[in-house]
């Protein structure tokens, strides 16, 4: 029998307490043994090792609850444990772990697929295809473009992230960490300006229509349009640093491609799932892409990730060409329904506009305050703030960015960190998160510049 779950409570108080340092004596203990038992190469934002979580807390193994402004990299936005995933990954657990969709499928992922076809952007006919991670969704996202076009050609911007396996590697742009000393990268990827306002050389007035006109460039000097695949795009950018492009950016970029017969690839895996206040980042400009991949936000944790496109796209390729062994899992399925179910029925979308009604206002007298702040950007519950030094100079500040971070987390509020300059303080707080929880994670973040300037 599977326990009766409350749908409605958060079994984590929702309340800070730092209790010991942080990280404390516990967390310190289980970091020697790490260091022993897992490779260097993955590292950790902040060494505090978590007991549970819930709502937007972390408990750690000291028993210090932290802010998340986090959420796991934009993955549990539904909450930690969200009682309705819960409830549908132990009804899951109970039945089946896993048969193998390749082998003999399931209605989850079905199901799933579905739910993907009818929220991703644009009504027409639609399929999807299920992974394990978001680098597996951009490699299959990429097979599928190449395989439906006959070209070879991919297109990505500066400052993009699309993940950590080969391909993904080489439509990344920053090296380090991602890259360095992991080529050679596979061919055929390019690699076009990003329409970044703060720091268009000319100006963020001449930002969308110059940029749009070197990426043109680029695409028919280097490559022809007719050997150009696809186009692959963040409509915010994530690790790259929450770059949000200028109005009508997208839009050009989108109708350019449909006219060459180039597939538009949205990687929504970070601004998916209602995270920038809508399902997908690409409505709020009308931008329908060809494939779209998701991840992070879809499965409330779970490990799981997709592409979805157009039908005659996605069906192009022959059986058996596309598939893995755990992709689509049955309890990742399920805690995808839990997970959709929840943002649809408690309103996540809003949610996300809330928090960035809450947050931006505050954010913006910080940027007046102190002029290291250069910038703050983003959309939703997808916020950032990007650090220069003083004096309006626009210097990347990478070093400050750091001070403040670790200020955050020896107060018990997690902030991520991002940007090609590692100059940018992200916030991803989860979107059920509560006002006096996001209000408190300010107060921290105004403390922790106060100490740091
Ligand atoms: C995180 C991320 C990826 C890679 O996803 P993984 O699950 O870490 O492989 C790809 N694209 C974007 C935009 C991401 O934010």
Redesign the pocket.
């Known amino acids: 029998m599977v326990a009766a779950y409350d749908a409605g409570v958060i079994p984590v108080e929702q309340r800070r307490l730092v209790r010991t340092e942080i990280p404390g004596p516990r967390s310190q203990e289980l970091h020697r043994r790490r260091t022993q038992a897992v490779a260097a190469g993955i590292a950790s934002a902040l060494p505090v090792y978590v007991e549970r979580a819930g709502g937007g807390i972390l408990v750690d193994v000291d028993g210090n609850r932290l802010i998340d402004f986090g959420s796991g ?1 934009a993955v549990t936005s539904v909450g930690n444990s969200a009682p309705r995933v819960v409830q549908a990954v132990r009804a899951q657990a109970e039945h089946f772990t896993h048969t193998c969709f390749m082998v003999a499928p399931y209605e989850g992922y079905v199901a799933v697929a579905e739910k993907l076809n009818e929220l991703t952007p644009g009504s027409h006919d639609k399929m999807s295809a299920l992974f394990n ?4 969704a ?1 490699e299959n996202a990429v097979k599928l473009a190449r395989y439906h076009t006959g070209r070879q050609a991919i297109v990505a911007f500066d400052h993009a ?4 396996t080969a391909m ?1 590697m080489a439509l990344t742009a920053k090296a380090m960490p991602y890259k360095y000393r992991f080529g050679p990268f596979p061919g055929e990827v390019y690699r076009a300006p990003m329409a970044y306002p703060y720091r268009w050389p000319t100006g963020a007035d001449n930002c969308a229509d110059e940029a749009f006109d070197l990426f043109t460039s680029m695409v028919h000097t280097q490559i022809g349009e007719d050997s150009t695949a696809a186009v692959i795009v ?1 409509p915010i950018q ?2 790259g640093g929450f770059i949000v492009p200028p109005p009508g950016f997208l839009t050009r970029i989108s109708e350019w491609c449909s006219h060459h017969g180039i597939l538009l690839i949205a ?1 929504e ?2 601004t998916g799932f209602c995270r920038t206040g809508d399902w997908f980042a690409c409505n709020h400009e009308g931008v329908v892409p060809d494939l779209i ?1 998701t ?2 936000g879809i499965a409330g944790g779970l490990p799981l ?1 997709a592409v979805t496109g157009r039908a005659e796209v996605m069906s192009s390729v022959h059986p058996g060409g596309l598939g893995g062994t755990f992709g689509g899992n049955p309890l990742a399925c399920s805690a995808a329904l839990g997970t959709i179910e929840t943002m649809e029925s408690d309103n996540l979308c809003g949610a996300a506009r809330h928090i960035e009604s809450q947050m931006v206002p505050r954010l913006a007298r910080l940027r007046d305050a102190y002029d290291v702040v250069g910038e703050v950007r983003g959309r939703g519950a997808m916020l950032a703030m990007e650090l220069v030094e003083k004096g309006g100079t626009k210097k990347p500040d990478g070093a400050l960015t750091a001070r403040i971070a670790r200020e955050c987390h020896r107060e018990g509020l997690v902030v991520l960190t991002a940007g090609t300059y590692g100059n940018v303080l992200r916030f991803l707080p989860p979107l059920v998160i509560g006002d006096d929880l996001l209000a408190e994670g300010i107060d921290i973040l105004e403390a922790a510049f106060a100490a740091s300037t």
Request: net charge negative.
């Open positions: 990299i991670s978001g680098a597996e951009v992230y699309h993940g950590r993904a963040e994530g690790e990687d895996i970070q991949t991840a992070k990730a």
